[in-house]
């Protein structure tokens, strides 16, 4: 195992004269008359540890095998190191060779790949440095995420990945059944759970049970939703981030929103500066400056009756058109955050047939306490709302979806919740990929996250 000083990351920080042992994977071998040149990462740095090889030190049948994407060990003397980049470099003693890459086969060579490449070697594109990057980013985050959360108190639960109900009521859900899909019409009493079950789509349901305890929860896993958009921001299973709190309105729900973002984007900033130089290098220039932007910005906050009249007012032709009462796309979203304002947007208050039935009803009669966050070239990034705790108006509700196929008797418990002790709270759910696009500048959420899961895509 590498020990915590034997990271590059740690060599490179190291200083000459000492004697080490590195480990990793061979990025590139360049050779001059009487030496070769190693580039060596273990993932844990953008920069590579150069090792140095001088004639004699290993056999020519070996050197030969040193190629990209070979796995070493380097014993030897940190030496101050002549060339640009590092300030030391490893002069090697004695090289193990552990597992060679043939460089007629290995596919990830020197030579620049697209990220559609890199996609259909999911095994192997974690060694380039792209993706060394990107997960290194993805690793901070989590941690900035429990940082925030447990530093204010919140507890972490763990709520169901296989849950029997639907908590957006949009129907788009994974079955989860052990019955013989051949055998005819299910029986779901006869299934595993004698119930019909699913790959939950959220949290949230099961998060306001444990803050109807805790007070302040937050949920950090993965969910599942079946709907079938092949988009550049969709996946098939995702991570979301969702906090409950009682006690809380739509405004502190609000206030904790922008909170969190913020804290997200200087955690990273702080932790993972060279990543993120590499990223602005390669993928996007502005990206440094633009989360500093964001951090240093107070979010605006408009409602969806005045969203839409901006919306109106900007002459803009949309491929959707807007009106009182219709969905935000993202083309609207985008334009508002993008062109219209110019920063983060906090929209609140959106028609209550557009939006889940567990929000709280305005007096209005019209429209729910719904709040979305949307960002500059993601959109919607949040997506959250006061809680409906009013027994009564909540079951009317329920009842009213029931042409949506929601059943008063599958959400008992949800009832209950506003029978005993039930109080004001609110929450939201972060869709984690969606941070991490942009966090990292990547377009498409397929490079943020390990293994895509994507209508017709899950080799890996
Ligand atoms: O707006 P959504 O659907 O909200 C909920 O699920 C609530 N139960 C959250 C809550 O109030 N506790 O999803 C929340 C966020 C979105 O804003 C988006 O960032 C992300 O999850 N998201 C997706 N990310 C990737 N792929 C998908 N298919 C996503 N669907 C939603
Ligand atoms: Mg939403």
Redesign the pocket.
Same mark, same amino acid.
């Given at each position: 195992m590498i020990q915590p000083d034997s990271y590059v990351r740690s060599l490179l920080k190291r200083s000459p004269g000492e004697t080490v042992t590195a480990r990793g994977w061979v990025k590139t071998r360049r050779d001059s008359k009487n030496v070769h040149f190693v580039q060596l990462n273990d993932g844990s740095s953008t920069t590579d540890l150069q090792i140095v090889i001088d004639q004699g030190v290993v056999p020519p049948e070996t050197i030969a095998r040193i190629t990209t994407g070979a796995c070493l060990s380097v014993e030897g003397e940190l030496v101050a190191s002549p060339g640009k980049g590092q300030t030391v470099e490893l002069k090697a003693v004695t090289v193990t060779l552990h597992g060679g890459a043939d460089p007629e086969h290995y596919p990830l060579q020197k030579k620049k790949h697209t990220l559609e490449t890199l996609r259909e070697i999911g095994h192997l594109r974690t060694r380039s440095n792209t993706f060394g990057a990107v997960f290194r980013v993805r690793n901070a985050l989590a941690s900035a995420i429990h940082k925030f959360f447990q530093d204010r108190g919140f507890l972490y639960v763990h709520t169901p990945i296989i849950s029997a109900s639907d908590?957006?009521g949009a129907g788009s859900m994974f079955g989860v059944s052990t019955l013989d899909p051949a055998a005819g019409a299910p029986d779901y009493t006869q299934d595993f759970f004698g119930r019909r079950t699913y790959l939950t789509?959220?949290g949230?349901l099961e998060?306001e049970i444990f803050a109807m305890a805790f007070a302040n929860v937050y949920t950090f896993g993965p969910t599942f939703?079946a709907?079938n958009?092949n988009t550049p921001?969709?996946?098939?299973e995702?991570y @979301?981030i969702?906090p409950?709190m009682a006690f809380c309105d739509i405004h502190g729900d609000q206030d904790l929103a922008e909170a969190f973002l913020k804290f997200q984007i200087s955690y990273v900033l702080e932790t993972c500066r060279p990543d993120l130089e590499f990223l602005a290098k390669w993928y996007d220039p502005q990206l440094i400056p633009t989360l500093e932007a964001v951090v240093a910005s107070q979010f605006e906050r408009i409602s969806y009756t005045e969203a839409i009249a901006l919306l109106e007012k900007s002459g803009k032709q949309f491929e959707f058109p807007t009106y009182w009462g219709v969905d935000l796309q993202s083309e609207h979203e985008r334009y508002l955050t993008e062109e219209l304002l110019k920063k983060p947007v906090i929209v609140t208050n959106y028609p209550k047939e557009i939006k889940?039935f567990y929000m709280r009803a305005n007096d209005d009669g019209k429209t729910v306490a719904a709040m979305?966050v949307l960002l500059p070239r993601i959109g919607? *990034? *949040? #997506? +959250?709302?006061q809680r409906e705790e009013r027994h009564d108006v909540l079951q009317q509700r329920i009842r009213e979806m029931a042409h949506h196929g929601m059943k008063e008797e599958s959400y008992w418990w949800y009832l209950d919740l506003r029978r005993f002790g039930g109080v004001e709270h609110a929450?939201? +759910? @972060? #869709?984690f990929?969606?941070m991490m696009m942009y966090l990292t500048g990547m377009k498409n *959420?397929r490079d943020v996250i390990p293994f895509p899961r994507t209508p017709g895509n899950a080799e890996f």
């Open positions: 908590a957006e789509v959220s949230q998060a939703r709907e958009s921001r969709h996946l098939a995702f @979301m969702e409950e889940a979305d919607e *990034i *949040i #997506g +959250g709302s929450g939201f +759910g @972060m #869709g990929e969606r *959420i």
